[in-house]
């Protein structure tokens, strides 16, 4: 029998036993929720931006709006038109909370379910896409880097 001895493996358990707590405190990190209201706002403008980034592309506007748009010179992509909904996509953070915030007739475009009523497709513009996931992942690992780091040179690892 041979008996292996794994260096700083009881650190390293108790480093895993720890992360989910850690991670969790990091979700509510006032620079850490400010970041990741960043990255969610830009990738909402890019939703607008690209008509439908993210989801399915937005249906196109009607004929009747085109024509309208037309004559009124305000462009022909679908939420578009002043730029007021683009420009009032925000954040806000309470305490530990972040809350997605805009006008509120964004919410007549949000919503997909229940449109019996609405007169115009869905345009869901706030969402959380795989490169959202990515860059939201590397603002919480950056965190956690420098103790990682600080754990490996301990245990003489680095």
Same mark, same amino acid.
Not at 99 to 111: E, F, I, P, T
Not at 128 to 143: A, T
């Given at each position: 029998?041979?008996?292996?001895?794994i260096i700083?493996?009881?650190?390293?358990?108790?480093?895993?036993?720890? +992360?989910? $707590?850690?991670?969790?405190? @990091?979700?509510?990190?006032?620079?850490v929720?400010?970041?990741?209201? *960043?990255?969610? /706002?830009?990738?909402?403008?890019r939703?607008?931006?690209?008509s439908?980034?993210?989801?399915?592309?937005?249906?196109?506007?009607?004929?009747?709006?085109?024509?309208?748009?037309?004559?009124?010179?305000?462009?022909?992509?679908?939420?578009?038109?002043?730029?007021?909904?683009?420009?009032s996509?925000?954040?806000? +953070?309470? $305490?530990?909370?972040?809350? @997605?915030v805009?006008?509120?007739?964004?919410?007549?475009?949000?919503? *997909?379910?229940? /449109?019996?009523?609405?007169?115009?497709?869905?345009?869901?513009?706030?969402?959380?896409?795989?490169?959202?996931?990515?860059?939201?992942?590397?603002?919480?690992?950056?965190?956690?880097?420098?103790?990682?780091?600080?754990?490996?040179?301990?245990?003489?690892?680095?």
């Amino acid at each position: 029998m041979i008996k292996v001895t794994i260096i700083g493996l009881d650190d390293a358990r108790q480093y895993v036993t720890d +992360l989910p $707590g850690k991670i969790q405190g @990091l979700a509510k990190d006032q620079q850490v929720l400010k970041e990741i209201g *960043t990255q969610l /706002r830009g990738s909402a403008i890019r939703t607008i931006n690209m008509s439908g980034y993210g989801y399915s592309p937005y249906k196109p506007l009607a004929q009747s709006t085109l024509r309208k748009r037309a004559a009124e010179k305000t462009g022909s992509k679908p939420l578009i038109r002043h730029g007021t909904l683009r420009n009032s996509l925000d954040y806000e +953070l309470d $305490g530990g909370d972040l809350y @997605l915030v805009s006008v509120d007739y964004l919410k007549y475009h949000q919503w *997909t379910e229940d /449109r019996t009523k609405a007169r115009f497709p869905a345009r869901p513009v706030w969402g959380v896409f795989d490169d959202d996931i990515d860059e939201i992942s590397d603002i919480v690992l950056s965190r956690l880097e420098p103790e990682i780091i600080t754990n490996k040179l301990r245990q003489g690892l680095i």
